[in-house]
């Protein structure tokens, strides 16, 4: 799930900028400022979703989280202007919330201390491949199959994400 999560993610939000400025015309200070509001979102709304995903369960929050980000998407993709675009990114950052810090939680959780490290490095790994992958790939994707790709991708793998939780939930625990 992580490596999905990441290659969607990382298509979605690298290739938003691109977007942005093709489209709309901003330069690299606008889509700067962009980044920093995305990331004053993130920073501000993982603790919370951390907290609520304590609260409701790991499960719980990485089905939300996919939700979030799938109709943020999906609204997104629907929008033909900057601002839409830029509000759609927000409601996309805020279901991601819901999902990484998760994700980081699950790898570690029932471990033993020793095997934490070996956990948390195949994680990074993932994390790490499948992002090099987005970015590799990721302009030959927009050049084949245009933005709008950017934004249904990540939809469907976002929608493929939703499916393997409810798969795993229902799996007995390790």
Known sequence: IEGLNSFGT???FTYLYFLLHFKFGFTD??????AALLGFCYALSSWQAGRLAQRWGYFAALKLGFAIMAVGLLIGAQLHFAAGQIAAAVVVTLGMC??????????SENETP???PHAVGIYNITWAA???????IGGAIIEKLGYQSIFYIPVGIAGLQ???????????PP
């Not at 200070?29 to 962009?34: M, Q, R, T």
């Not at 393997?164 to 799996?171: A, D, G, I």
């Open 114 to 116: 020793d095997r934490v």
């Open 29 to 34: 200070k606008a889509n700067l400022a962009v």
């Open 98 to 107: 819901f999902t990484w810090p998760v994700l980081e939680a699950l790898i």
């Open 10 to 12: 990382v298509l979605y």
């Open 130 to 136: 499948t992002n090099a992958a987005a970015l590799f």
């Open 162 to 172: 939703f499916a393997l939780t409810l798969w795993l939930e229902k799996l007995p």
